[in-house]
């Protein structure tokens, strides 16, 4: 099933890097209008691309319908692949930077070599940005203080996974009855991972750093207080927490217990 989101974000990715690499400005309105088109159309859009209503639709062309038709067949469209392969990992990633269009990332990648969001930190921090057109000292500051909220913003993400892993693997441990360090090594987790896990508890205490904070209030006098005290503890928990040691591992790890846990249900069914 193709779903409006998927083909949106994909249409919209094509857009941004087309443009990225100097494309024709015509192709590249081409696509980010199709990606809204299909944003707003209702009904199976699954049903309308295999049946071709979808060229009937406002800013839908065969170009645009040509993609929409390999991610309903289960296929990465290939001029998406091209665009990817000729782009570095990181220099996609500024493009998720806020404030960082496609026009601006291209004038750092070719002019000051810029291909990932820590040398954007560096080239901001050393005023480099000055040098290049559409660029001044409020631009560069403001692009430095979005950096930096996008590294931040990667971290709780971090964050999230560890605890979802967590999880899984605190459940699995339970229902092997083995101790939790005996399950990361039978599911092949080693080095700095596996002596993170072992030995500490990567997600910090927030309802203890939201009691430490509150502490001293006697009395709450409705929602807006409550927010405001809560979010003043989230802030003060936020600073104390660290990137989890071995977390490219991460998904290493997710997988193994996707996996082991599968072969458990396979067994109790098997019983």
Not at 188 to 202: D, E, H
Request: charged content about 25%; proline content about 3%.
């Amino acid at each position: 099933m193709l779903d409006r989101k998927t083909a949106s974000r994909t249409l919209r990715a094509i857009a941004q890097l087309t443009e990225l690499h100097g494309g024709n400005p015509h192709r590249v309105r081409a696509f980010a209008n199709a990606a809204r088109s299909v944003e707003r159309i209702e009904g199976d859009l699954a049903e309308m691309v295999a049946s071709g209503d979808i060229l009937n639709v406002q800013g839908i062309g065969k170009g645009t319908a040509a993609v929409l038709a390999d991610l309903a067949g289960g296929r990465e469209p290939e001029v998406l692949v091209e665009l990817e392969r000729a782009t570095p990992p990181g220099v996609r990633e500024l493009l998720e930077v806020a404030g960082l269009g496609p026009k601006r990332a291209r004038t750092l990648w070719q002019e000051l070599a810029v291909t990932s969001v820590g040398e954007l930190e560096y080239a901001c921090r050393e005023n480099r940005l000055l040098g290049l057109s559409g660029f001044g000292a409020a631009s560069q500051q403001r692009l430095l203080e979005a950096v930096r909220f996008h590294q931040s913003s990667r971290e709780r993400r971090l964050v999230h996974q560890a605890w979802d892993a967590a999880q899984e693997l605190t459940a699995l441990a339970r229902l092997l009855k083995i101790p939790v360090t005996v399950t990361l090594m039978g599911l092949g987790v080693r080095g700095s991972l596996l002596r993170t896990l072992r030995s500490t508890n990567p997600i910090e205490n927030l309802q203890g750093a939201l009691q430490k904070t509150c502490r001293n209030v006697k009395r709450w006098r409705g929602g807006a207080m409550i927010m405001r005290w809560g979010a003043t503890a989230l802030m003060e928990a936020e600073k104390k927490f660290r990137r989890i040691a071995g977390y490219k591992s991460m998904g290493l790890l997710i997988a193994a217990l996707e996996a082991k846990v599968s072969v458990v249900d396979n067994q109790e069914a098997a019983a």
